[in-house]
């Protein structure tokens, strides 16, 4: 089986690099790809560890923009041509396309539940509330299960 590929939405990069955490995406998933229309969303330098990717399919993306912003159906669209990717994408709507596709996804909750896992961080309370700091809304109840799932609460 090849390799997983992450493919993260720009919402992603734009919320970690506003709480100056941009860093635990390379190091949860060492390297992650994005495509030219999430590039220009996130509007920053890309770091050498983030690959930038061209869809295949332009019609796929045309028919996603239907429903969802460009950085989304181009995300969505380069998950579909990708064997075993991973799609960090936290939009609702995206997320429903994207699950209905049968892509793989998770989110910035999923990359910090992750990264304290795997010992990257002690805790995950800061970083969710550096994140509703930024206006990044998670609900009570979602909050509550998640710190109940690492022991936080």
Same mark, same amino acid.
């Given at each position: 089986?090849?390799?997983?590929?992450?493919?993260?939405?720009?919402?992603?990069?734009?919320?970690?690099?506003?709480?100056?955490?941009?860093?635990?995406?390379?190091?949860?998933?060492?390297?992650?790809?994005?495509?030219?229309?999430?590039?220009?969303?996130?509007?920053?330098?890309?770091?050498?560890? *983030?690959?930038?990717? +061209?869809?295949?399919?332009? #019609? !796929? =993306?045309?028919? @996603?923009?239907?429903? $969802?912003? /460009?950085?989304?159906?181009?995300?969505?669209?380069?998950?579909?041509?990708?064997?075993?990717?991973?799609?960090?994408?936290?939009?609702?709507?995206?997320?429903?396309?994207?699950?209905?596709?049968?892509?793989?996804?998770?989110?910035?909750?999923?990359?910090? *539940?992750?990264?304290? +896992?795997?010992?990257?961080? #002690? !805790? =995950?309370?800061? @970083?969710?509330?550096? $994140?509703? /700091?930024?206006?990044?809304?998670?609900?009570?109840?979602?909050?509550?299960?998640?710190?109940?799932?690492?022991?936080?609460?």
């Amino acid at each position: 089986m090849p390799e997983k590929i992450i493919i993260a939405d720009s919402s992603c990069l734009i919320a970690l690099s506003n709480i100056g955490e941009l860093q635990i995406l390379q190091q949860v998933y060492q390297q992650i790809t994005i495509t030219p229309e999430i590039e220009n969303e996130f509007g920053e330098a890309i770091l050498d560890w *983030i690959i930038i990717e +061209e869809v295949t399919d332009k #019609k !796929k =993306i045309e028919i @996603l923009e239907l429903e $969802l912003d /460009k950085g989304e159906s181009s995300a969505i669209a380069l998950a579909i041509e990708k064997e075993n990717s991973l799609l960090v994408i936290d939009e609702k709507k995206g997320r429903n396309v994207a699950k209905k596709m049968g892509i793989k996804i998770t989110g910035i909750l999923g990359v910090i *539940i992750k990264a304290k +896992e795997i010992g990257l961080i #002690k !805790k =995950i309370t800061p @970083l969710i509330e550096k $994140l509703e /700091k930024v206006d990044f809304r998670i609900s009570k109840t979602l909050k509550e299960k998640i710190l109940r799932r690492v022991g936080e609460l």
